[in-house]
């Protein structure tokens, strides 16, 4: 009976493998206080470089945007802990990628109830956006401040087809979408840098696009590289993916498979992508993984 029960134990551990329960990476930073345990294993863990607890998870938090600025990852979040409320304050984190510890934060305008995407512009220039509204700031001074009352520099309302669920800058143009569960009515589009100058404080519609093209359902983030590629991320509490695809035409390229929940995208001065999930969030705190976590991703070892 004992030989009986060994095999049976060697069958299992055989057949779940003790990979598949461990994440392999110490995280830097502080660990939410609800956690027991580490983060979940994930799909494409071995291209996964350097990960770091999410801050703000304890205060209810959940993680939005991403954009790498001047030696700093940045995250948006928004405040919630009620799976059926989606909006709630928003705040910009910087964390130390060295240390994995914040070292500035400050909130956004009181308007703000997502603050689903960011973007650093170059020059002190940071673009945060909302489902309908994208923000010009003065990074340096909302950082010094702890908010925006004297950095705000620009706004823009989207109404139409525009959403800013998440956004990116490619150099001379933000690339804007929005989330949609429908596949039909999901699409990224391309404005003009300019449109803070001319229309502050206005509202613009899909007619001030340079170009547009249709995207799969439920996006979540987006981030251009070096050589001009568009990086995009797709996810529920079901499912996440990373897609690569052309910037004219939105055809997909590449696709690899993702933690649920991933959300937007940051390349770094070393074509390191960062992300992060919200699953594990206190919102999504009964979601089947755990990965609240700002993570580096090495692209060349995604399969």
């Known amino acids: 009976m004992r030989l009986r029960r060994m095999l049976v134990c060697i069958a299992v551990v055989a057949f779940y493998p003790i990979s598949s329960t461990a994440f392999a990476l110490d995280v830097l930073g502080k660990k939410p206080v609800h956690f ?36 700093a990852v940045l995250l948006s979040s928004y405040h919630s802990t009620d799976p059926k409320v989606d909006k709630g304050r928003c ?15 400050f909130d956004l305008p009181d308007d703000c109830g997502h603050a689903g995407g960011l973007t ?5 220039i940071l673009i945060a956006a909302d489902t309908r509204r994208l923000y010009k700031i003065d990074m340096n001074k909302a950082f010094s ?20 669920s ?29 449109l803070f100058d001319s229309h502050h404080g206005k509202t613009v519609k899909e007619e001030s696009a340079t170009s547009s093209f249709q995207i ?9 590289d070096k050589q001009g590629n568009l990086w995009l991320t797709f996810s529920s509490s079901r499912y996440g993916l990373l897609q690569k695809v052309d910037p004219k035409s939105g055809k997909m390229l590449a696709q690899y498979e993702m ?22 969030s206190i919102r999504w705190s009964k979601w089947s993984k755990t990965f609240p976590v700002l993570f580096e991703l090495d692209v060349g070892k995604l399969k």
Request: aromatic share 10%; hydrophobic share 40%; proline share 4%.
């Open 36 to 71: 027991r345990g580490g983060p979940s294993s994930v799909p494409n863990g071995q291209a996964i470089t350097k990960a770091i607890w999410a801050p703000g998870i304890d205060d209810g938090y959940v993680p939005q945007g991403i954009t790498f600025a001047e030696g």
């Open 91 to 105: 705040r910009v984190y910087r964390v130390n990628v060295q240390s994995g510890q914040p070292s500035g934060q």
């Open 120 to 124: 650093y512009a170059g020059k002190g």
């Open 145 to 164: 401040d702890g908010h925006t009352q004297n950095a705000l520099l620009a706004t823009l309302k989207l109404a139409g087809e525009l959403k800013g």
């Open 166 to 194: 998440f956004i990116d800058f490619d150099g001379t143009s933000i690339f804007i979408g929005s989330s949609e569960k429908d596949a039909s009515k999901a699409k990224g589009f391309f404005l003009p840098f300019s």
């Open 216 to 224: 799969a359902a439920e996006a979540q983030g987006a981030a251009f």
């Open 259 to 280: 933690v649920i929940g991933i959300e937007d995208l940051g390349f770094d001065e070393r074509g390191r992508l960062w992300s992060v999930s919200e699953a594990g």
